[in-house]
C-alpha cells in the first residue's frame, strides 16, 4: 500500500495561484486512482478533484472547474493541483488520497484507501 504526503499549501492573496503536490511511496503508484479533498473549519470534507489511475479522465467539483487542474506523474509517483484564481471560500486543508484500481474516477470519501495528512492552502481577500 502507498503512502501519500501533500506539499506546497500556504498563504495566498485572491486570484493568485498555488500547485499543491502528493507525493506517494511504493512501486505501484500507477495504478492507483488519486482524489484530492478539502475541508474547511466547521465543515465536511468534500471532493475537489480526481483522476484516473491512467490519468486518461478527471472530473472536478463545480466550485473549482475551470479553474484547478489535476495530474499525475507515474515516473515521478506524484499528483499534483494546480489552483489558479483562488477565491477565500477555497481556503481549507487539502489532502490527497488513493485506491487501488477500477474504473473511473472516485468521488466519494469511502471510496478511497489510503490518505496524506493534508497541506493548508489559506487564501487572502
Known amino acids: 500500500q502507498v503512502q501519500l504526503v501533500e506539499s506546497g499549501g500556504g498563504l495566498v492573496q485572491a486570484g493568485g495561484s498555488l500547485r499543491l503536490s502528493c507525493a506517494a511511496s511504493?512501486?505501484?503508484?500507477?495504478?492507483?486512482?488519486m482524489g484530492w479533498f478539502r475541508q474547511a473549519p466547521g465543515k465536511e470534507r468534500n471532493f475537489v478533484a480526481g483522476i484516473t489511475w491512467r490519468g486518461s479522465s478527471t472530473d472536478y467539483a463545480d466550485s473549482v472547474k475551470g479553474r484547478f487542474t489535476i495530474s499525475r506523474d507515474n515516473a515521478k509517483n506524484t499528483v499534483y493541483l494546480q489552483m489558479n484564481s483562488l477565491k477565500p471560500e477555497d481556503t481549507a486543508v487539502y489532502s490527497c488520497?488513493?485506491?487501488?484500481?477500477?474504473?473511473?474516477?472516485?468521488?466519494?470519501?469511502?471510496?478511497?484507501?489510503?490518505w496524506g495528512q493534508g497541506t493548508q492552502v489559506t487564501v487572502s481577500s
Open positions: 511504493g512501486r505501484t503508484f500507477s495504478i492507483y486512482a
Open positions: 488520497a488513493a485506491v487501488r484500481g477500477g474504473a473511473g474516477v472516485r468521488k466519494r470519501e469511502y471510496e478511497y484507501e489510503v
